[in-house]
C-alpha cells in the first residue's frame, strides 16, 4: 500500500487551521468552513477521521477532495476502509476464498464494522463504479504527517501522535501503527521548540469533561482537537496562526 508523503513547504497560505476525527459529521464540517470564513488562500488540514461512525463520512472524503487547499490525513478509520473496501469489491474466485486468507479477510471486515465501519459500507453501496473508485483513489493519496509554520510557531500535525517516541527521531522513520494508533499520555514531552497537533483520542480523557463540554486540550505544546463530535461533542478546530479555537 503506497501512502504517499506530501509537503507544502512552497505555499504560503494567509491562514492555517487544523481539524480532526469528523467521523461522517457533514452539517457540522460545512459549518465549520462557514464559521471560520475559509478562503482559497487559506489552508485547512484535517487530522484523519473523516469516515465511519457518523452517516456521511465518504461525502465528506469526495467534497474534501474538490478542495486543493483542504490537506487530508489518514487516520486509522481511513486505513480500515482502504483496507478492506477492494475486498468488498473483488469477484470471489479459488484464489481469494483461500481458508485461512479468507478468515483473516472477514476478521478485519468483521472489527471495522464494529468500529463504524458499517456506516461507511452503507454509504459505498450507494455509490456508482466510477464515485466507488474516487473514494479508493483518495483514500490511497491521503498523507499521514505535516509540518508548518504559522504565527512564528513551528507545527507537527499528524493523526494520533508519534508512538515510540525519542527527540532525534525523524518522521519519516516512524511505523504507520505509530501515527494512526497512539495516544500521548497527558503529561508526555515531545519537542522543546514544535508544537505537536494531534486527533485521534477525545480530549474528554484528558480533561475529565463531559463529551457534550469537551473542548480542545493544550499542555505546553501538546495540542489534542478531537472533541468528539460524532459522540455528542462539538467539533473543534484550531488556528494555528492565532491559536483561536472554534467550535460547531
Known amino acids: 500500500m503506497d501512502i504517499r508523503i506530501k509537503t507544502r513547504q512552497e505555499v504560503h497560505p494567509d491562514m492555517q487551521y487544523a481539524v480532526s476525527d469528523i467521523h461522517g459529521c457533514y452539517d457540522k464540517y460545512i459549518e465549520l468552513l462557514r464559521r471560520i470564513n475559509l478562503k482559497d488562500s487559506d489552508t ?45 469489491m473483488e469477484e470471489l474466485t479459488d ?73 532525534g527521531k525523524a518522521l519519516d522513520d516512524y511505523q504507520l501503527d505509530e501515527l494512526i494508533l497512539s495516544r500521548p499520555e497527558p ?26 463540554d469537551a473542548r480542545i486540550y493544550r499542555r505546553d505544546r501538546l495540542v489534542a482537537i478531537d472533541c468528539g463530535c460524532v459522540s455528542g461533542g462539538p467539533l473543534g478546530c484550531i488556528c494555528l496562526d492565532t491559536m483561536e479555537e472554534t467550535y460547531v
Not at 485547512?44 to 465518504?58: A, E, I, N, S, T
Open 44 to 88: 485547512l488540514y484535517v487530522l484523519g477521521d473523516m469516515v465511519d461512525r457518523g452517516p456521511d463520512g465518504l461525502k465528506i472524503l469526495l467534497d474534501i477532495s474538490m478542495r486543493p487547499n483542504i490537506i487530508p490525513f489518514l487516520g486509522n478509520h481511513e486505513y480500515a476502509a482502504l483496507t478492506c473496501l477492494p475486498w468488498l
Open 187 to 212: 503529561g508526555q514531552d515531545y519537542f522543546p521548540d514544535k508544537y505537536l497537533v494531534f486527533g485521534h483520542t477525545p480530549t474528554p480523557f484528558y480533561t475529565g469533561a463531559r463529551t457534550e
Open 95 to 167: 484464489e481469494n476464498t483461500e481458508p485461512d486468507q479468507l478468515l483473516w479477510r472477514l476478521k478485519s471486515v468483521q472489527g471495522w464494522m464494529a468500529d463504524g465501519g458499517d456506516t461507511t459500507v452503507a454509504e459505498f453501496r450507494r455509490l456508482s463504479p466510477e464515485a466507488r473508485q474516487d473514494v479508493l483513489d483518495v483514500l490511497e493519496d491521503l498523507t499521514v504527517y505535516e509540518e508548518t509554520e504559522a504565527g512564528g510557531r513551528e507545527f507537527v500535525l499528524v493523526h494520533a501522535g508519534l508512538g515510540g517516541f525519542s527527540p
